[in-house]
């Protein structure tokens, strides 16, 4: 079905650029369904339009990625989006990629979401934050085979996101509590996340399908209620983690320091290697930064660390034309 424009009186814009977030995924109890996005970290990426129907990637910076549009997260995304809406008019994108690919933090999602996003903004807006969705997932799709959503969905929102369902896909905002910060580390190692995928069990246990049920409900319950303590015993991943975690040098060692140092719990940031920390505060989050560090630079491992509020937009926008 074809989207019909909203236009509003104002003029148009014909350029813009934006800040395209990072992302935690999964977070312990929620695989596929969790996510929440970065204050910042991220992307940035400038949209423009052109005379030229279609999609064009012009540059990458930062990254070894391709530019042929069908090869490229931004541009199946971008694809996937004109191909719900008419256009007399063609869109450039320039990317500056400062996630690094297979870092476990929504690099393909920043990507994704900031070209659905951009191009959107150009049209006059005539999807919601929460339509872009499924759009970005396209991206998703060509990076790790599955057209998952626990990425772009706060990349694109804001906040934490739950996907409740994805046929039909219905996707919920949850604002984050006013104290909670991120840690995360990334090794500099490459873990793909179709690698990542694959190692998993198609099959659970149904006790251990059951506790992940109870977690997740905690941690929602605790987001809710700013129930810090709630939230801490919740981040506990019964499937996937103990799967995953031993393709992370360190991974419990990391754990454990972080729970030492005053963190609410950690677990694996989306599908490795990087591995996150939540915390109350930006003192104990920077506190559990500093003993993670010490860990890797004892295993003389070099590392990227990051500490962040979770933000409550989303992709934004820097400055237009």
């Known amino acids: 079905m074809t989207q019909a424009l909203r236009h509003s009186g104002t003029q148009l814009r014909s350029e813009i650029k934006i800040f395209c977030p990072a992302t935690i995924a999964n977070l312990s109890c929620g695989f596929d369904v969790l996510g929440l996005c970065l204050d910042n970290v991220g992307d940035e990426m400038i949209v423009r339009k052109t005379a030229k129907k279609g999609i064009k990637i012009t540059q990458i ?3 070894d990625l391709p530019l042929e549009t069908e ?3 931004a541009g199946v995304a971008a694809l996937a989006m004109l191909a719900e809406v008419e256009t007399e008019f063609g869109f450039e994108i ?5 996630i690094k690919a297979g870092s476990g933090i929504g690099s393909s999602a920043a990507s994704s979401a900031g070209a659905v996003f951009g191009i959107n903004v150009l049209l006059g807006n005539p999807f919601t934050n929460t339509e872009l969705v499924k759009f970005a997932m396209q991206g998703e799709k060509l990076a790790s085979g599955s057209a998952h959503a626990d990425n772009v969905a706060p990349a694109l929102l804001g906040g934490f996101t739950l996907v409740r369902s994805y046929n039909p896909l219905d996707i919920i905002k949850i604002k984050s509590p006013d104290e909670m910060y991120a840690t995360v580390i990334h090794p500099q190692i490459e873990l793909r996340t179709s690698d990542a995928r694959s190692v998993l069990k198609q099959n ?3 006790k251990s399908a059951i506790a992940q049920w109870g977690n997740l409900g905690g941690l929602i319950a605790g987001l809710y209620t700013d129930d810090y303590e709630l939230i801490g015993r919740s981040l506990h991943d019964e499937i996937v ?4 975690g031993v393709l992370i040098p360190g991974f419990d060692a990391m754990k454990a320091t972080a729970m030492e140092n005053g963190a609410l719990g950690s677990g694996i940031s989306g599908s490795g290697p990087s591995i996150f920390a939540l915390s109350k505060g930006k003192a104990v989050a ?3 930064a500093k003993a993670m560090c010490a860990i890797y630079d004892e295993m003389q491992l070099p590392y990227e660390i990051h500490v962040s509020k979770v933000s409550d937009e989303g992709v934004k926008i820097l400055n237009s034309n």
């Open 241 to 244: 983690e103990p799967i995953r």
């Open 94 to 98: 320039e990317i500056y990629k400062k």
């Open 204 to 206: 659970v246990s149904l």
């Open 71 to 73: 090869k490229n997260v």
């Open 61 to 63: 910076i930062g990254a």
């Open 286 to 288: 920077e506190k559990v």
